[in-house]
């Protein structure tokens, strides 16, 4: 069983940043791709950023692209999402999920096969 739990949500202003991070752990042999996706009040949760742990396919939602920039430590077994100039409609709550699907097949569902209990970021001023 696969488990992965996020940290480094919270309350910031527009403009600011925040890193959060994903911790995977478990059986980890048959997973391809580590994902963010986010869910807002109301809204469908949706893909933000995906990444191959095998090779460098990334995928950015075209809503954070060039303001956030998706990572990974293989070492540590963690994904991070650095997230800069933050905006109100960033905010949601911020899932961390894994499969063995490709960078696009999970982003552009919003589907994974393993998810964290979610983190909440809220921008605020």
């Known amino acids: 069983q696969l488990q992965l739990v996020e940290s480094g949500g919270g309350l910031v202003q527009p403009g600011e940043s925040l890193r959060l991070s994903c911790a995977v752990s478990?059986?980890?042999?048959?997973?391809?791709?580590i994902g963010w996706f986010r869910q807002a009040p109301g809204k469908e949760r949706e893909g933000v950023s995906c990444i191959s742990i095998r090779n460098d396919n990334r995928y950015y939602a075209a809503s954070v692209k060039g303001r956030f920039t998706i990572s990974r430590d293989n070492a540590k077994n963690t994904v991070y999402l650095q997230m800069n100039s933050l905006k109100s409609r960033d905010t949601a709550v911020y899932y961390c999920?894994?499969?063995?699907?490709?960078?696009?097949?999970?982003?552009?569902?919003?589907?994974?096969?393993?998810w964290g209990q979610g983190t909440q970021v809220t921008v605020s001023s």
């Open positions: 478990g059986f980890t042999e048959d997973v391809d791709t």
């Open positions: 999920g894994a499969s063995d699907w490709s960078v696009q097949a999970m982003c552009n569902t919003g589907l994974s096969e393993y």
